[in-house]
């Protein structure tokens, strides 16, 4: 079993900031990916930020510049700080997990999701 605990999704104007922390727990013996995706009305999920395996990361267009992931290893956890926000990033994020659990399998999950709302 694994739990992905989201947090810190809210109304904020445009131009503000939040962050966002997704914490993993469970039968995780790897982690190969973690990160955000997000889902807005009547389209597709898309990437946000994800770190990948050896610490790289995959950063969405549309966010670069203005969203910076971070980490917690001893954790299992990660950040997502956006700033600048836009109406056009209001969604719901979700955290996403690809890792290997403690028979040898690699699975992927995701989190719940947590709203984000840009409106004045």
């Known amino acids: 079993q694994v739990q992905l605990v989201e947090s810190g999704g809210g109304l904020v104007q445009p131009g503000g900031s939040l962050r966002l922390s997704c914490a993993a727990s469970g039968s995780i013996f790897r982690i190969r990916a973690m990160g955000w995706y997000r889902q807005a009305p009547g389209k597709q999920r898309e990437l946000v930020a994800v770190f990948t395996l050896g610490g790289g990361t995959n950063i969405g267009d549309s966010v670069k510049g203005r969203f910076t992931i971070s980490r917690d290893n001893a954790e299992n956890t990660v950040y997502l700080q956006m700033n600048s926000l836009k109406p056009e990033d209001t969604a719901v994020y979700y955290c996403?997990?690809?890792?290997?659990?403690?028979?040898?399998?690699?699975?992927?999950?995701w989190g719940q999701g947590t709203q984000v709302t840009v409106s004045s």
């Open positions: 996403n997990l690809d890792y290997g659990d403690l028979r040898g399998q690699w699975r992927n999950y």
